[in-house]
Every structure is written in C-alpha cells, then in structure tokens.
C-alpha cells in the first residue's frame, strides 16, 4: 500500500517527508496509512520568511481588510469541507464530530471576521480604553494603543481538533496582522495538512501570511525573539517543558497554554429526577463522555451531584450510555467512534487503572463491548467507562487524573459549599457546568468558583433549547483556565486578537493623540467647515472637521410645552419650590432631552443629502442644568469615520452642547450612516 505523504509548507515551498517521518495509523483499523515530518526543515528560513515577507504584507492591510479576508478564507473552506469530512474518518471522529471541528472552525472565522469589521477600526491602530487627562487643561493626554507584534505566531496544536484547532488560533492572529506557523499533532495532520493546502491554493492569503510543520518543530522555539508567539494546546507535562525552556524565559517570549483540565459539572440541589434538569443532566454528562471518543479537552471529567441523587445519577446516565453505539465513524448509526490512535487508546486505559484506585467502575467493561462496522481488536475502540468515588474528599487521582477519553467520575456532594470545593480540586479547568433554576445556588457557584474556571456555564429548562453545551467554546467568550488549565485565554473576540499585539501607552498634546489614532479627541485642532457637514459625502468628510452653530434660548414655554407633549412632568420640570429643594437644580429647568432635541434643530441640515440615517447615541452625560431664559448651542466635529459596505460609512460625531456663558451642559456621540 503505498503510504500518504504529509507535506509540510516552508518558506514558500512545499516540503515532502524524508527518513525520519514518524508513521500514522488509521484510527479505525489500526493500519499505518501515512507518514509526516522531515528533520531538515529550515526553521530559520520559516521564521525570517514569516516575519519579512508575511508580516510586513499583513501590517500594510487594515483590521477590515484582514477581517474580509476571513471572511473569504472562512467561505472557501466552506466550499471544499466534504474532502475533509471524508479524511477526517481515518481519525475514528464520526460526521457529528466533523460538525464540531470542521463546522465549528469555519465559524469561529466567521466570528472573528464579523467582530473585525463592527469592532475594530479601519486602520491599522487599535485604540484601548478610554482617554487619560494628564494635566489640568487638557493640553497633555494619555491612550493606550494596540499595533501587530512584528514576528511570528507558532501555533501548536492538539490531535482532537485538526481544523478548529487550528482556525481558533489563525483567526485572531491574522486579524492582528501577524503571520502563523501552525504545527499540529503528528496523529492528525494529514486533516490540518488538507485544510492549510485549501487555503493556500485560494490565493486570499498574501505570501508568508500561513505555513505549516507536518511533524516536529526541530529547534524552532530555540530562535524565536521576544517579537515573536507562542500558542499552545496539550498536555501540562509538554506545556511546561516548551514554556521553561531558558530561551523562552530570557527573552520573554510570550507563551499562552490551554492544557490538562479536571473539567466539572455540578447538579444543583433543586435538580431533582421529577425535574427537566435532572434529564438535562443526564444528556449534557452522556454527551460530553461520548462526542468525540470523550477526546476534548472541556469534557465533563467529574461529576458533581447530592449525595442522595448518586445513584439515580449513575442508573440514568448508565441507561443512556448503554445505548451509544460504538463502531466505525463512517456509518450512520454511530455515535461514538473511536480514539484517535490505538497509542492513546493505552494511553486512556492506564489512566483509567490509576483512577480505579480510588473509585469504583460501575458502567463500561473495556474487554466485553460491542463495535458496530470495524474491527474492535484493531482499531482504537473503547467503551465508555463510568466511575465512583465514594470518597472524594480523600481521594486525590480522581482530582489530577485525566483519562482523555470516554471516562467520568461521579461523587457526592453533602451541600453546595461541598460541590464547590470538588469542583475546585482540580486546580483549575478550562469550565464547570451547573444545572440549576436556582438563581442563588448560581450566585454562590459564580462567588466560590469563577476563580478556579475559566468559564461557568449554567444551564436549566428556560435556556436549554439555545444552549451551545457545556463542552462548546465560542469565539465570542475566552477560552482557557487558570492554573492546571494553563493560564491562557484564547477566543473571547478581540481578546483573542490582543494576543499577538503590544499594548503601548502614548503620551503627548491632542493634536498628536488624534493623528496617531485616527480619532478627534477633544482639544486637538479644529478644520472650519466651508459648507455644512451634512452636505457632504462620506469619502470628503475630513477627522476634526467641525461645525459651530448659532444659539438658542430655551424658554419656559418650550419646557412647559415639552413636558406637556411627552408626558413628562418630572417636578425638576415644574415645580419650582420642589426644584429648589433638590441639590442638583437652581429651580426649574429644561428637560436634558429637550435640549438633545433643540441640539440636533441646531445641527441637522433638514434636506435630501448623504446622511442617510441616525443609528444612534453613545456616552450621553448632561453636567449642568439650563434654566428658562439660557441660550445654548453647539459644537459638531468629525470624530471618526468607519467603511460599512461599498454603499455607506459610518461616521462618529463629536457633539459639545455650551450654553452662553460657555459652559459645557451636554456631551455625547452621534452616529450617522453616510452615503460615499
């Protein structure tokens, strides 16, 4: 049979296994059917090919460009995900398991496109926060700022997900501007192999942009620098190997993990087996022991559960288990396929022994079960196998033992504060489930354990039919955990993206402010409008362009008739004596939304032009009242100008409301879609 070559994509080229290629096994029949790795990659070639060819290419685009270049990558993988379906078989994932990685992965980019484009600027400067006023009049301010690293991401990745695994990663690091080297397990990088040649035969990717290690990294990690990344999934024992190595602590290096997790998932005292949550339980446990081969690294690994509910707990979830049916991924009927080599299938059942020590196995017998379609002998197969630990306080391998396959532990909690120390013994994990209606028991969970997790996700009957699941990362939420978790946080949005960019505090006058962000800051330099704002068109609107308004007096009939209109009669309004008893008013005074109203009469030129809607206000704050009889007006400034589509942008107006001693009295942002 002649054997797949895994190739790896280096410097430009594609690169062909030499003599020290490791084999790969089918997962299902236990057959070598590839070999990956070549020792005499240039690594050094990679990395400068990464950094001078793939960065600068990545840093001349705008957050938009590389959002809508995810989009396009996200929409071709789309187009050609059946040959990964069909590949993906040979890792034991059946199709339910190719929706989560394959699926999931062109989401998350998808995701991660959407949020560039509605979050992030059309520039290359991402501003963080809100300004600092550094001096008394304004005229010295501070901004953090957010640029691409100017190096390289080294993505390693784990063989349960050699798509999305992969996706989560290059999503954000693309979208920050910065090239990837992606290195997946050897077990399977033929799928990652595939999906990388997809993308790179697209042409959407300028050169340097992606590359990718089919087998080991050699010396890599040994000559990257301090603008580089590393990104990492597996185990702690690797994780702790890669990130202490003294090239990496000396040139501090950054290094993010999500690794081993004791992952938890409590049923709270009120999910009782009359209950919706109780058979909710029950599904969301079966399902994270069973999709794929219990191979993920949120899988519910203890079981967390009233002591009086243990053994209904182990009767329902062994009822359903019995009815997985284990065999070839390939078939219809299959639900649970097999792990992913026969290596890890020892792997599972040596970890499984030690946690026999301390709990009892009450369902699955890896020597007697059934596999439908395949070779049982052969393949990596196991059963899914179901434990009790009747004393957990005790017991300490059922806490940092983790059998990364179909295997579970039940225990007994004696009350929630019990519950929550169990689910904390695992020294951090990436979530812990709770299934409960009781919005205090969730309360006191989210109190006594958010610091162990990485994420809480609570479940009952009102939210369960939209629920993602407790094993589903999204990449809108971090995904990590502290402590045995790793410490890192990936996703999250455009937390995800801060990863593989620096954080630069600036400092200076809010004319230098304002160029360096490509945003109006109040005080910098003003650009007198020759005809009115509203009159032009999106591309001939300039930043700091500004509009100055004649004035208005507000009189006591316009608060009068104002009050009357709308219904609101708020005494600050009309009542004086009651006015004055109030510390904020000097008696009666116009309503803030009245004076938003004679604002915007002020500035809105009334006829057909290139403003095509008001989408809204941000950071509205009224300072100081205005009584009958005050005029004010107002200052309108081209803050900050954002592409939409090829039909209209988005424009942020800067709106000052003074009144006529020029006292600030209003302040917010308007938002206006403008034709181009």
């Not at 059934?370 to 300490?396: E, I, N, Q, R, W």
Request: hydrophobic content about 40%; overall charge negative; proline content about 5%.
């Amino acid at each position: 049979m002649t054997l797949l070559q895994v190739n790896s994509f280096a410097a430009g080229q594609w690169i062909t296994p030499d003599a020290s290629a490791r084999p790969i096994e089918d997962a299902v029949t236990g057959q070598v059917f590839a070999l990956a790795g070549n020792a005499a990659l240039d690594v050094q070639a990679m990395l400068e090919y990464g950094r001078n060819t793939g960065g600068p290419a990545l840093r001349a685009l705008t957050f938009h460009d590389r959002a809508r270049m995810l989009k396009a990558l996200a929409a071709h993988i789309g187009k050609h995900k059946q040959a990964l379906y069909d590949l993906s078989f040979k890792s034991g994932a059946t199709q339910a398991d190719h929706m989560i990685d394959i699926d999931g992965g062109i989401s998350t980019m998808f995701v991660f496109a959407s949020k560039g484009r509605r979050e992030m600027p059309d520039g290359h400067i991402y501003v963080d926060g809100e300004l600092e006023q550094l001096s008394r009049n304004g005229s010295f301010l501070g901004q953090h700022i957010c640029t691409p690293l100017q190096g390289v991401a080294v993505h390693i990745n784990a063989f349960n997900f050699p798509v999305w695994g992969m996706l989560e990663k290059l999503a954000p690091t693309l979208l920050a501007g910065v090239p990837a080297i992606v290195k997946p397990a050897t077990a399977t990088c033929y799928v990652t192999e595939l999906c990388v040649r997809i993308m790179l035969e697209s042409g959407i990717l300028p050169a340097g942009a992606l590359q990718l290690v089919s087998g080991g990294l050699g010396d890599m990690l040994d000559h990257l620098g301090m603008q580089d990344v590393v990104s990492f999934t597996g185990s702690a024992q690797t994780a702790l190997k890669l990130r202490s190595a003294p090239h990496i602590l000396e040139n501090s290096i950054r290094f993010t993990a999500e690794q081993d997790s004791l992952n938890g998932s409590i049923l709270g005292p009120d999910a009782t087996p009359d209950t919706p949550e109780f058979d909710l339980f029950i599904k969301e446990v079966s399902r994270e022991m069973t999709t794929k081969a219990g191979q993920k690294c949120t899988a519910i690994r203890r079981i967390i559960a009233p002591e009086a509910l243990v053994q209904p707990v182990i009767e329902a979830l062994s009822k359903r288990l019995a009815k997985t049916v284990i065999g070839a991924p390939d078939l219809a009927k299959t639900r649970m396929g097999a792990l992913v080599s026969n290596g890890q299938k020892r792997d599972v059942l040596e970890k499984a022994n030690i946690i026999a020590t301390e709990a009892e196995r009450v369902f699955g017998n890896p020597d007697d079960f059934t596999v439908t379609g395949a070779d049982g002998t052969k393949g990596a197969f196991l059963p899914p196998m179901l434990f009790h630990c009747a004393d957990p306080d005790t017991a300490v391998r059922v806490h940092d033992t983790e059998a990364f396959g179909p295997v579970s532990t039940v225990m007994g909690y004696r009350d929630l504060e019990h519950a929550i120390a169990l689910a904390n013994k695992g020294q951090g994990s990436l979530v812990a489930s709770v299934i409960t209606r009781d919005a205090d028991v969730a309360r006191q969970v989210a109190i006594g354990a958010a610091a162990f997790h990485g994420r809480l996700y609570f479940n009952n009957r009102d939210s369960m039919k939209e629920s993602t699941g407790h094993g589903s990362p999204l990449p809108h939420m971090v995904h990590g955990g502290p402590g045995r978790a790793g410490g890192g946080e990936e996703l999250g949005g455009v937390r995800g993206v801060m990863h593989y960019m620096q954080r630069t505090a600036i400092q200076g006058s809010p004319d230098i402010l304002s160029a360096i962000s490509g945003t109006w800051i109040p005080g910098a330099t003003e650009l007198a409008s020759a005809v009115h704002p509203f009159t032009q068109r999106f591309d001939a609107l300039k930043i700091g362009q500004t509009l100055h308004t004649a004035p208005r007096i507000v009189t006591l009939e316009d608060i009068e008739h104002f009050a009357d209109f709308t219904g609101d009669n708020f005494y600050a309004h009309m009542d004086d004596a009651a006015a004055k008893r109030n510390p904020f008013f000097p008696g009666r005074v116009a309503h803030g939304y009245l004076l938003l109203s004679f604002a915007a009469g002020l500035f809105v030129e009334p006829n057909e032009g290139p403003v095509l809607a008001n989408t809204g206000l941000d950071n509205l704050r009224f300072m100081q009242p205005v009584a009958a009889g005050e005029a004010i007006k107002v200052r309108l400034t081209v803050k900050k100008k954002t592409k939409r589509n090829e039909e209209y942008g988005e424009v942020r107006w800067h709106v000052s409301v003074t009144n006529d001693t020029a006292a600030l009295v209003a302040e917010y942002e308007l938002l206006t879609m403008v034709a181009y």
